[in-house]
């Protein structure tokens, strides 16, 4: 949208721009008409017998060409109203040396036009007033000879003063009417072309701060405003907070964290309420407008409420444009209407820029939930493996018989010492690989389980190649290390089933003591039995005070 509006600007800055050109077409087409037209008269008159050299003729001859040839300069240094004075000037001059009526009335006429088309408005007044005073003239002669009969002089006269206003003022209307419609569709296109550009540059950006900031100061800047500001709504809709705003002033007022009630009599407070713009185009005459004392020079406000679609499709208000003048009346519909446009655009480019920071704040906090879930991760593994070295270590303690076995042949032999391939790889917690003196393979695996290495397998010959018998290893020892957990925590369950069996038998037993003494002795032999101690004792009751203890 903003490039076919940049485009539509363009073309009516060329349409415009081409009414001044015409003009200088016009000036220079008329320039060249008074230098040939001298020479065209003159063929004709000498044609036609006439003598072309008496003082009155050439005067008026040559006085027509040094005319054309002063505008034709004028018109080339850009002096188009210079040039247009000239021209009217001679033919007014040449109306008053000729004497047939028809001649002099389309001379006359010809000088309107040019002061109409080309001149200022004093100059076209003074040129309308004198280009009548020949036919005054003529009217008051007749009306000296004959009195006011209608002699055909007579006639002619009102007639030439009657044509010669109307074609003043028609000419001068329609011109008139064309450059005010030219001035405001330049201003127009000018604004929608500065509401296309702040469009590129804040589309770009996605900071809601930076966003907000360059905003304001670019509107500023091209629209040329005493000042600009934008508020948005807060999530409860009862203020309108502002957020952006220009010079001194803007940055004091944000200072004191400025706000507005939804709803308040406020100007920004009736945009966001009523989601329609409120324009104030003369502050002195406005009843009940409140003067803000940062900003004494407001002669006229306009604020524009700023606008995106809501979930059902309606029109939501977020926020409101205000923007402010020096000068009374400074605000047309075109203004509106261009400002508008803007104000709706900077809305849906603030609503991307609030969606982009929550996303990113939401990726932030996902990042986080994910280091955080990493790091339990890691926390459950050291723990697991921490639990399951503990727990092998207790097992091995309490069953040392279940240390490990050796084949060779038709040979077992039960609880074998450690070799020095073994020994490598469960400090290395790596593959260890070898060759025997008779050329064998020797490959040495560490048993582990969750990082915790339990102990080591070696095998010595095989008909596969190297890697291939490391990779069998490898898929032995994890089945057998699964099996090998599996087992543990089989028999660990077992053993918390007998303890737990044990323990209900002792306490089904002290339902059988009738005194203290044979509780207490009942207790203490159970838990002799049971912790295979070989002494014990218990004592009830208050230790003697003031006794060391041993």
Known sequence: MGAAIGQSAARQSDLTGSIGSIQRRFALTLSWVLLVLPLVGAAAQAAAGADIFTPRQLSLNLGTAFAGLIALMLVRRGRINAAGIVASVIFFAAAFFISQNEIRLLLTVLGVIVAATLTTSQFFVAAAVIATVPFFRTLLEVIQQTGFSTADRGVEAVAGIGITVVVAVVFRYLFDITQRTTVTAERSFRRLASVADIGRQTSRLTALETLLHNSVNTIQEQFGFYHVQIFLVDEKREFANLVASTGAAGRELL??????GVGSHSVIGRVTLSNAFVLINDTQTEPGHAFNALLPDTRAELALPMQVAGDAGEQRVIGALDV?????????????QALQAL???LAVTIRNAQLFAAQESSVRENQELAKHAQDSLAEIQR???ELTRQAWEDALITQPELTGIRVVGDEVTYNPGWTPAMIDAFNSGTIV???????????ATPIKLRDVTLGAVEIIGGDNAEIDLIYAIIGFTERLVAALELVRLIEEAQATSAQQQRINTVISRFQEAETVDELLQISLTEMAETLTADEGSIRVGLAPSGQAAR
Do not use: E
């Not at 402010?324 to 509106?336: I, P």
């Open 324 to 336: 402010q003048s020096v000068h009374a009346g400074a605000f047309s519909d075109t203004d509106v």
């Open 343 to 345: 104000a709706n655009q």
């Open 433 to 443: 690989t070898d060759r025997t003196p008779d050329g064998d393979i020797l490959t």
């Open 255 to 260: 200072a004191r964290r400025h706000r507005l």
């Open 383 to 385: 723990l697991n493996r």
